[in-house]
Each structure stands twice: as structure tokens, then as C-alpha cells.
């Protein structure tokens, strides 16, 4: 019988704006692990039913996997997403599966300014967390910062279907304290030697972000980019263009560490308290975040 597609033995599958990206380069130094050079491949939320096609599709991504290596690969908004906890318990029952959380409204404010870059979002976040989406699967859930920072919620169907100890959860603030001992928890998650990450280092920037100097005028920047991206002319005035509004864009973002005002903080124990405590309880410790 001709062997079955090649297919992940793990994945981590969140959450969005944790420190996954900064996990996946310190996996991908690993000589006994394979992952994808791209990132996040959305196959398992993207799909309703795996048919052969998609799955062959899914599957060339770690046909180039050394035979004894162990495949893997990031999609952070797979804890999310509904449905995608039984699709991947369809597809790989037997998946080992690698949780990346951080303090929920460290997150949830990282989220906001992660879609005003993007050009998505010109509310305040005030305002952006009044309006709370009900349905996972619509494009407004990609803006609902406070629910996906309810993280008992998402891991309860991932611990339902595959079991406590094919979950492996893991803290972007004790990656940061400790990243040896953390990645020495991973290693033997994975059933790997440790020695193969070298010294972890987790670079600097790892606890701040790219904001806007202005938001509105970088939204009007960023809609013009996308308008010239959407245009496949080969003029070369358009080309300038592009290049000009491109240039624009990123001359508007800054990296800095931006504090929460403490009118937000102030919301912590009611937008979070039930499900932090939900989640103590699931794992059997206390996180490592204060309200």
C-alpha cells in the first residue's frame, strides 16, 4: 500500500499576536524539525470538508521534509476559528498540538494596533471593543480583540478532542524570563533533544510593536497602497507610484512600546477575570500575568 500524504506531526495553533513568530524562527533552527519556509498556511481554516485535492495541496508543503523529521507548522488563528479544532482532529488525529498565550489584554491591544497598520481599523479601541462580533467565520470576527483573548473558551474543544497531554500550552512571558527552560519544556514535548536550538536568544523587539505616527493619515496612505497593489499595470509611472505610497506607508510607522492607558486596565476583571480563571483550572497552575 503506497504510503499516505505527508502531513504535520504538530502544530501550533496560536494565538495571534503571542510570540508565535518568534517561536517559529527559534523551530525552524532545529535540525530534526520541518517547517515550511511560509509561515501560516490557513489550510485547516480555510476549509469545511478536506477533499483529496485540498488535502494533496496541504500535504506538498512538507513532501520536501527529510524522511526522519518531524513536520510542523504556525497558524495562530486556528485556536480561534470555529469548527477548526474538528478539522484538524479529522484530518491528523494524532496531532501534538503547541499553545502560545500572553497576558489577554497585552494581546488584545497588540491585536488593535496590529490591524490599524494594516489599514483595517480606524475606531479607538473603546470603540472597536463595544462592537463584539457573534459569528466566528465573518470577517468581523478578525476585528473581535477581546474575544480572542478568551482563551479558555478556544482550548476547551482542542482539549476535549485530543486530550490534556497532546496540548502542549506555553507563556510569552516565560518565554522571555527563561527561553532555555521553556524550550527545553517544547523539546520534550516534541520528543526532540534540546541541544538542536543552540542558546535561544528572543530578540528585543519581541515586546514592542509598529504602530502609526498618525492614524487617519495612514489609513488614507494605506488605502492608496492597496489600490495601486491591486493594479497589475506595467506602466512605469504606476510603478513610481506604487513605490511612492509604499515608501509613504512605512515612513508613518514607528516601533515603540506603547502602555495601555489605565482607563483600559480598568476593564481587565470584567473582560477577562472568568475566563483567566477558567483557564487556571484547565491547566492545574496560576499564569504568569497579574490583572
Not at 516565560?174 to 521553556?182: D, G, R, S, V
Not at 492597496?226 to 511612492?244: F, G, I, N, P, V
Amino acid at each position: 500500500m503506497p504510503p499516505g500524504p505527508r502531513l504535520p506531526d504538530f502544530l501550533c495553533i496560536g494565538g495571534m499576536r503571542c510570540g508565535s513568530t518568534t517561536l517559529w524562527k527559534l523551530f525552524r533552527q532545529h535540525p530534526d524539525l520541518y517547517l515550511p519556509g511560509v509561515k501560516e498556511l490557513h489550510f485547516f481554516d480555510r476549509i469545511h470538508e478536506s477533499d483529496a485535492v485540498d488535502l494533496k495541496d496541504y500535504s506538498g508543503w512538507f513532501e520536501p521534509a527529510p524522511l526522519d523529521a518531524i513536520c510542523g507548522e504556525f497558524t495562530p488563528s486556528y485556536l480561534t476559528r470555529a469548527g477548526v479544532a474538528d478539522s484538524i482532529h479529522r484530518v491528523i488525529p494524532h496531532a501534538r498540538l503547541i499553545v502560545i498565550l500572553r497576558n489577554p489584554l497585552d494581546r488584545a491591544w497588540s491585536h488593535y494596533w496590529f490591524r490599524v497598520r494594516q489599514g483595517q481599523e480606524r475606531r479607538s479601541f473603546s470603540a472597536a471593543v463595544r462592537s463584539i462580533p457573534t459569528d466566528r467565520n465573518a470577517q468581523a470576527w478578525r476585528h473581535d480583540y477581546i474575544g480572542w483573548s478568551r482563551y479558555a473558551e478556544h482550548l476547551l474543544p482542542y482539549f476535549d478532542l485530543f486530550g490534556d497531554s497532546a496540548v502542549c500550552v506555553m507563556f510569552t512571558e516565560e518565554l522571555i524570563a527563561n527561553p532555555i527552560a521553556e524550550i527545553r519544556r517544547a523539546a520534550a514535548f516534541l520528543g526532540i533533544s534540546p541541544d538542536g536550538f543552540g542558546d535561544p536568544k528572543i530578540p528585543p523587539e519581541s515586546n514592542s510593536m509598529i504602530v502609526p505616527r498618525s492614524k487617519f493619515l495612514y489609513w488614507l496612505v494605506s488605502q492608496a497602497d492597496k489600490r495601486m497593489r491591486r493594479r497589475k499595470s506595467t506602466h512605469e509611472a504606476h510603478r513610481l507610484l506604487q513605490r511612492a505610497t509604499f515608501r509613504a506607508r512605512k515612513s508613518l510607522q514607528c516601533r515603540i512600546r506603547k502602555p495601555i492607558p489605565g482607563s483600559i486596565r480598568a476593564h481587565y476583571a470584567e473582560w477577562f477575570r472568568e475566563s483567566d480563571e477558567q483557564l487556571a483550572s484547565m491547566l492545574g497552575r496560576e499564569l504568569p500575568w497579574g490583572a
